[in-house]
């Protein structure tokens, strides 16, 4: 503003200046030097309000961006801290890298710690070398915690990843051959996801009463004669050659450059599958109550990290909040 104001003075010596050296010849209704400075006068006056008006704008556009980055509704108030995070890699550290620097202003520092498994994750968070991670949902986190003892909570849910059914040998379901050899994830919970989305496509029947937890023997009419190929999550993608099709994990398929418009099924949104499987952050049970954890399940389930997720995936993880 001092700068704009300085312009101005400059401006008007100028114009007295230029005006002075006139010729004194000058006739007619030639304005008169008085008029002539006032009239410059109000167009740079005019001019500079014109430039504050921009500067105001932007002031609230950056206000606006600000905003969008720290809406989060719990803000963290304590001293300095930093909070080691597990997480797989896609999309999980990827969201994470995006609420580093919002934690960064509250006095966090978040440590990722990539993990390429499902296992580590968990191990890591109960011997105390995680504080926390984020890679799983809770059927899942329940289905750890019952097969190793463990006390394990969830803290949060941040978002969703649809199960999609992916081309192998084959690149329509209809086509499915009789015998066709199907792979699924080779964990309880993620192979009745699954088997639900199989069901979903008409491929086979369940029971009634299968739900989040069934498996193979929940099975009540298979006319395909489906053979399943039983793997971890993470090597789903690499089988397709050597299968018909497979039922992929969201986080593997985009890890594996697949995308969720190129599979041949996707699990509805609005079905029991959307409503359980939300991508959760866990903790031990007595750093359920941690402030900086809480910091960051706010900041992960705020406006700004949605929109980061919606802009970036593309339909292939979607943003509970």
Do not use: W
Not at 101 to 119: F, K, R, S, Y
Not at 202 to 221: P, R, S
Not at 227 to 252: C, H, M, R, S, T
Not at 270 to 299: F, H, P, R, W
């Amino acid at each position: 503003m001092r700068k704009k104001i300085v312009a101005l003075g400059v401006s008007i010596v100028l114009a007295l200046g230029v005006i002075g050296c006139g010729s004194s010849d000058s006739s007619k209704a030639e304005p008169t030097t008085a008029e002539a400075v006032t009239e410059e006068a109000k167009s740079e006056e005019a001019a500079s309000e014109d430039i504050a008006s921009e500067v105001n704008e932007n002031d609230q556009l950056t206000s606006v961006n600000e905003s969008s980055s720290s809406d989060a509704e719990f803000v963290y108030t304590g001293d300095p801290v930093t909070i080691k995070v597990g997480a797989n890699i896609t999309p999980h550290s990827e969201v994470l890298e995006q609420a580093k620097p919002i934690l960064a202003e509250q006095g966090i520092t978040l440590e990722i710690v990539q993990l390429e498994d499902a296992i580590t994750p968990n191990t890591g968070v109960i011997e105390g070398s995680l504080d926390a991670n984020y890679f799983q949902h809770v059927p899942y986190l329940e289905q750890f915690n019952e097969e190793n003892g463990s006390d394990l909570v969830s803290i949060g849910a941040v978002h969703y990843e649809p199960f999609g059914v992916y081309a192998g040998r084959v690149s329509d379901l209809s086509e499915l051959p009789d015998g066709a050899t199907v792979a699924v994830p080779n964990n309880v919970t993620n192979e009745a996801r699954a088997l639900l989305l199989l069901a979903q496509e008409g491929i086979l029947t369940l029971k009634d009463d299968a739900g989040i937890e069934a498996t193979v023997a929940d099975i009540v009419d298979n006319p395909k004669n489906i053979q399943f190929k039983e793997l971890a999550p993470e090597q789903l993608v690499n089988a397709l050659p050597d299968v018909d099709v497979a039922v992929i994990n969201g986080n593997y398929a985009i890890e594996g450059g697949l995308s969720v418009k190129d599979a041949l099924a996707v699990e509805a949104n609005d079905g029991l599958a959307a409503q359980t499987y939300g991508n959760i952050v866990a903790t031990s049970a007595d750093k359920q109550n941690d402030e900086a954890l809480k910091a960051l399940v706010s900041v992960l389930q705020s406006k700004a990290i949605s929109d980061y997720i919606k802009a970036t995936y593309d339909g292939a993880v979607v943003p509970l909040y």
